[in-house]
């Protein structure tokens, strides 16, 4: 039987191969998602009943059915109605449409626990809607949200893993294909595991926390 | 409220003297409950009226809804001889839009119970905020308005500190700077002192003081401070159960008191403070 180490000179590139796929998938569906929660969770609080329905509409769709069957929708059914998407393209844009909706009722609630205060002062002081949102209640709801979109950014980089199914080259992919071939079924999939989780522990978080760190000095402090 | 009743109300407020705020049989209603009922009440330029009352007799809806900050459901209020709830629209008055409203409101200015000062940004940016984005001032203007303000309330050297850092009195110091920096004509102060510890309250009716002394300000105040409101207002109304019971001048309002509303409550006010 081959050593551990054996096996990671043999298929470590593979693996490393794998994790960048994974990377930029996660950083592009992070992105994805987070245009979408913003533009969604504003049009969930607008005066306007249409923009309303639909953002509960979206919300409704993604955050109810599983991310693998809009994953394969978007890239086995859409192509039926004239939209082709490459995998690599269909994997990040399921991936952060589906967590985009649950982004949207975390920037919903963010906006909606800033002070009344806050929007009545800047009522006051004549600011348009546009100029209070941006301007004075944005930046506060950030602070309050950030915490839980760390969470939600460890879940996308999981739901990443799903868009080997459709054949794009991640680290999960690579963990199949080398299991497929070795049978050595604890290595791959425990070195798949190993990397997802320091992805998570010691890529997102650090980052999230001085993000976190960064925007409440900014907030209280001189 | 159908067209009829509208027509009761002038397009323009243009007698020989037209106050700085009319409520003309103005009615607030949440649901079934009447907060204000058919307000009638002139503020003349220049003048302070104080309105003081038991919680719940919707004194701090009159401010409010002067504000904008809440709709009403009857009647009209005139800022300036305009009306601002409403617009004419065909030679008769319609409910305000946006765009009219955004217009009116900026001769108002407010301070709030809870200062209510943007916590991301320091004493000076809290004060900038406004002219530059609202009015359009360029930044050195703003700035220079701004650091005047700060100063005339005593806090030239907190310019650069965030809220967070500032005392409450401080922080509603600053609160006044930033609703001056638009240079309103009317300021609505609505129990500023109400939330601050007793030792700092002295430093915010000094600035009120400085403001009824040196500056033509229309002023409407909400208060719970009877020795302040004596010794500041030109005219105080008490209010009870949405309506006006009494007003008059404060020597006659606290001194001699006609209703037995009136004197009851002042009474109480000043037999527990």
Same mark, same amino acid.
């Given at each position: 039987?081959?050593?551990?180490?054996?096996?990671?000179?043999?298929?470590?590139?593979?693996?490393?191969?794998?994790?960048?796929?994974?990377?930029?998938?996660? /950083?592009?569906?992070?992105?994805?998602?987070?245009?979408?929660?913003?533009?969604?969770?504003?049009?969930?609080? *607008?005066?306007?009943?249409?923009?309303?329905? /639909?953002?509960?509409?979206?919300?409704?769709?993604?955050?109810?059915?599983?991310?693998?069957?809009?994953?394969?929708?978007? @890239?086995?059914?859409?192509?039926? @109605? $004239?939209?082709?998407?490459?995998?690599?393209?269909?994997? @990040?844009?399921?991936?952060?449409?589906?967590? $985009?909706?649950?982004?949207?009722?975390?920037?919903?609630?963010?906006?909606? *626990?800033?002070?009344? $205060?806050?929007?009545?002062?800047?009522?006051?002081?004549?600011?348009?809607?546009?100029?209070?949102?941006?301007?004075?209640?944005?930046?506060?709801?950030?602070?309050?949200?950030?915490?839980?979109? $760390?969470?939600?950014?460890?879940?996308?980089?999981?739901?990443?893993?799903?868009?080997?199914?459709?054949?794009?080259?991640?680290?999960?992919?690579?963990?199949?294909?080398?299991?497929?071939?070795?049978?050595?079924?604890?290595?791959?999939?425990?070195?798949?595991?190993?990397?997802?989780?320091?992805?998570?522990?010691?890529?997102?978080?650090?980052?999230?926390?001085?993000?976190?760190?960064?925007?409440?000095?900014?907030? *209280?402090?001189? | 409220?159908?067209?009829?009743?509208?027509?009761?109300?002038?397009?323009?407020?243009?007698?020989?003297?037209?106050?700085?705020?009319?409520?003309?049989?103005?009615?607030?209603?949440?649901?079934?409950?009447?907060?204000?009922?058919?307000?009638? &009440?002139?503020?003349?330029?220049?003048?302070?009226?104080?309105?003081?009352?038991?919680?719940?007799?919707?004194?701090?809806?009159?401010?409010?809804?002067?504000?904008?900050?809440?709709?009403?459901?009857?009647?009209?209020?005139?800022?300036?001889?305009?009306?601002?709830?409403?617009?004419?629209?065909?030679?008769?008055?319609?409910?305000?839009?946006?765009?009219?409203?955004?217009?009116?409101?900026?001769?108002?200015?407010?301070?709030?119970?809870?200062?209510?000062?943007?916590?991301?940004?320091?004493?000076?940016?809290?004060?900038?905020?406004?002219?530059?984005?609202?009015?359009?001032?360029?930044?050195?203007?703003?700035?220079?308005?701004?650091?005047?303000?700060?100063?005339?309330?005593?806090?030239?050297?907190?310019?650069?500190?965030?809220?967070?850092?500032?005392?409450?009195?401080?922080?509603?110091?600053?609160?006044?700077?930033?609703? &001056?920096?638009?240079?309103?004509?009317?300021?609505?102060?609505?129990?500023?002192?109400?939330?601050?510890?007793?030792?700092?309250?002295?430093?915010?009716?000094?600035?009120?003081?400085?403001?009824?002394?040196?500056?033509?300000?229309?002023?409407?105040?909400?208060?719970?401070?009877?020795?302040?409101?004596?010794?500041?207002?030109?005219?105080?109304?008490?209010?009870?159960?949405?309506?006006?019971?009494?007003?008059?001048?404060?020597?006659?309002?606290?001194?001699?008191?006609?209703?037995?509303?009136?004197?009851?409550?002042?009474?109480?006010?000043?037999?527990?403070?």
């Amino acid at each position: 039987m081959m050593s551990y180490s054996a096996f990671l000179t043999e298929y470590g590139p593979r693996f490393l191969d794998g994790a960048t796929v994974t990377a930029i998938q996660t /950083v592009l569906a992070a992105i994805l998602a987070i245009v979408i929660a913003l533009v969604a969770g504003l049009m969930r609080l *607008s005066a306007n009943v249409v923009p309303r329905w /639909v953002a509960t509409t979206y919300i409704e769709i993604f955050r109810g059915t599983s991310l693998l069957v809009q994953l394969y929708w978007i @890239f086995f059914v859409l192509p039926l @109605f $004239g939209i082709t998407l490459e995998k690599f393209t269909a994997g @990040f844009v399921a991936v952060g449409m589906n967590l $985009g909706a649950y982004g949207a009722e975390l920037v919903r609630g963010a906006i909606l *626990s800033v002070p009344r $205060g806050q929007w009545e002062a800047a009522i006051a002081l004549n600011m348009t809607g546009a100029q209070r949102m941006r301007r004075i209640i944005l930046p506060q709801a950030m602070v309050i949200m950030l915490p839980p979109w $760390g969470n939600l950014l460890i879940e996308l980089l999981k739901g990443t893993a799903l868009v080997s199914l459709i054949a794009v080259a991640d680290l999960m992919f690579e963990a199949k294909q080398i299991n497929g071939t070795t049978f050595l079924s604890a290595q791959a999939f425990g070195t798949a595991l190993i990397i997802y989780y320091a992805m998570a522990r010691f890529v997102i978080t650090p980052a999230m926390r001085g993000l976190e760190r960064r925007m409440r000095r900014r907030l *209280s402090r001189a | 409220m159908t067209d009829q009743d509208m027509s009761k109300y002038p397009l323009r407020l243009a007698d020989d003297k037209v106050p700085m705020v009319r409520f003309m049989n103005v009615t607030k209603r949440y649901g079934d409950l009447v907060v204000l009922d058919s307000l009638d &009440l002139d503020v003349d330029e220049g003048e302070m009226v104080t309105v003081i009352g038991p919680s719940g007799s919707g004194k701090t809806t009159v401010l409010r809804m002067l504000m904008t900050l809440e709709t009403i459901n009857g009647g009209v209020i005139y800022v300036d001889g305009e009306p601002l709830t409403h617009m004419e629209k065909g030679g008769r008055l319609v409910p305000a839009d946006r765009r009219h409203i955004r217009r009116m409101r900026a001769n108002i200015g407010m301070c709030f119970q809870h200062f209510n000062l943007f916590p991301h940004m320091t004493a000076l940016e809290n004060c900038m905020e406004a002219p530059v984005h609202v009015l359009g001032l360029p930044k050195a203007e703003a700035r220079d308005r701004s650091i005047e303000l700060l100063g005339m309330v005593g806090l030239e050297d907190k310019v650069d500190q965030h809220p967070a850092r500032l005392s409450g009195g401080q922080q509603q110091r600053v609160a006044i700077a930033r609703a &001056l920096a638009m240079r309103p004509k009317v300021m609505l102060f609505d129990e500023v002192t109400s939330a601050l510890d007793p030792e700092v309250i002295g430093e915010v009716t000094n600035v009120i003081r400085k403001l009824v002394d040196q500056h033509n300000l229309t002023m409407l105040m909400v208060t719970h401070q009877m020795g302040f409101a004596k010794e500041i207002s030109d005219r105080v109304c008490f209010f009870y159960d949405g309506k006006i019971e009494e007003q008059g001048p404060p020597s006659e309002i606290f001194g001699s008191p006609q209703k037995e509303r009136t004197q009851q409550f002042l009474s109480a006010v000043l037999e527990a403070g």
